[in-house]
């Protein structure tokens, strides 16, 4: 199980990571909201 969530996680940053290189605007991106629902995202998958 630990590892489908370690896989969860990884999955998160990489579409992230390319979110964040296909941006235009890198420097108007809400750190805070992504990492509010990243986390949120983490928690849910981890009690379903």
């Not at 896989?7 to 390319?18: E, K, S």
């Not at 979110?19 to 809400?30: C, F, G, M, P, V």
């Given at each position: 199980m630990?590892?489908?969530?370690?896989?969860?996680?990884?999955?998160?940053?990489?579409?992230?990571?390319?979110?964040?290189?296909?941006?235009?605007?890198?420097?108007?991106?809400?750190?805070?909201?992504?990492?509010?629902?990243?986390?949120?995202?983490?928690?849910?998958?981890?009690?379903?």
């Open positions: 630990f590892g489908y969530l370690l896989l969860n996680i990884v999955g998160i940053l990489v579409f992230i990571g390319v979110a964040y290189l296909l941006s235009k605007d890198r420097k108007n991106i809400h750190w805070k909201s992504i990492s509010v629902m990243v986390i949120l995202n983490i928690f849910l998958a981890w009690f379903l």
